[in-house]
């Protein structure tokens, strides 16, 4: 018996088959959960029902996270649908292009708060929507992505580094606020995984290569591990854990010098 049996899981960030929403969807879906996702806009939605119906899962509609009434919508389909929820991936960010490069201290006030606002605040909005439905399940987990930017300056990750740092401290709060009624956040910090997002970074091949050298494991991330971690943060395994950011990054965080 999977690890996630009889449980059902809403995952927010799946654009693609590279996308790390999509490893941890696959690894939910073999451990026996239900999952429903999500498209942002019409050449994603083609993208995601292909992979949507490979593990049975509905595609319950768009959701741009800086729209309120999409937010409502998509929860409101979750009760319809099922009742209730058990577990939340919130595997979403985005900084301009040209923010990702160069100098950290020539974002503008407006690509700032948009990066805070798709990247940290949705977390919070999509964690409040959750709250009713996990509640009537006796409780529920939400995992998010994020990246060890967040804590340590990486050349060109910049502004998504600040938006990272609030996500990971939206997680304590939020995992404060929630745990009185069993409700578990976490953050999982992957290592570098070529993706969408990913490619807006310039240089992303040195954050990459550096993992590959100087990790304790000496190779990149497979998707698939991020896929594993969050499936044990979602599922009852971690059942003491919340609050947490946990890294898969192939040791590479606890490495000086
Ligand atoms: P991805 O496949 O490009 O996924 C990013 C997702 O965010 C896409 O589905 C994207 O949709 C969505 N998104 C952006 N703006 C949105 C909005 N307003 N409303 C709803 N969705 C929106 O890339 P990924 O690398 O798997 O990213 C997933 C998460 O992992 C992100 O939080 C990322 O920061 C984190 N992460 C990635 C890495 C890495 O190296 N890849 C490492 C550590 C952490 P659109 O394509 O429509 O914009």
Redo the contacts with the bound molecule.
């Keep these: 018996m999977g690890i996630a049996e009889g449980k059902r899981a809403l995952i927010?960030?799946?654009?693609?088959d590279?996308?790390?929403?999509w490893a941890i969807a696959q690894e939910l879906h073999t451990q026996g959960a239900e999952i429903a996702l999500t498209y942002?806009?019409e050449i994603?939605e083609k993208r995601v029902r292909p992979l949507a119906e490979s593990i049975g899962a509905p595609v319950i509609g768009e959701?741009?996270?800086?729209k309120d009434d999409q937010i409502a919508a998509v929860f409101a389909k979750i009760k319809e649908l099922w009742g209730g929820l058990d577990m939340m991936v919130h595997?979403?960010?985005?900084a301009d292009r040209e923010d990702l490069r160069d100098r950290f201290l020539n974002v503008n006030r407006a690509n700032f708060a948009r990066a805070m606002d798709?990247?940290a605040y949705?977390l919070v909005a999509m964690a409040r929507a959750a709250e009713p439905l996990m509640e009537s399940r006796g409780g529920g987990s939400i995992v998010t992505?994020?990246?060890i930017g967040a804590v340590r300056a990486i050349p060109n990750y910049n502004v998504?580094g600040v938006a990272?740092a609030a996500l990971e401290a939206c997680v304590r709060y939020l995992a404060l606020d929630l745990g009185s009624k069993n409700i578990r956040v976490n953050a999982l910090?992957?290592?570098?995984?070529r993706?969408?997002?990913?490619s807006a970074i310039r240089d992303y091949h040195t954050m990459s290569h550096e993992v590959e050298e100087r990790s304790p494991l000496k190779r990149a991330m497979r998707p698939e591990e991020a896929g594993k971690m969050a499936s044990v943060l979602l599922s009852d395994l971690s059942s003491g854990v919340t609050g947490q950011t946990v890294y898969v990054d192939m040791g590479f965080s606890i490495v000086g010098g």
């Design positions: 927010v960030g799946v654009a693609n590279k996308s790390l929403a942002q806009g994603l959701l741009d996270v800086t595997a979403i960010a985005f798709i990247s949705s992505l994020t990246y998504m990272k910090s992957a290592a570098p995984a993706t969408l997002a990913s």
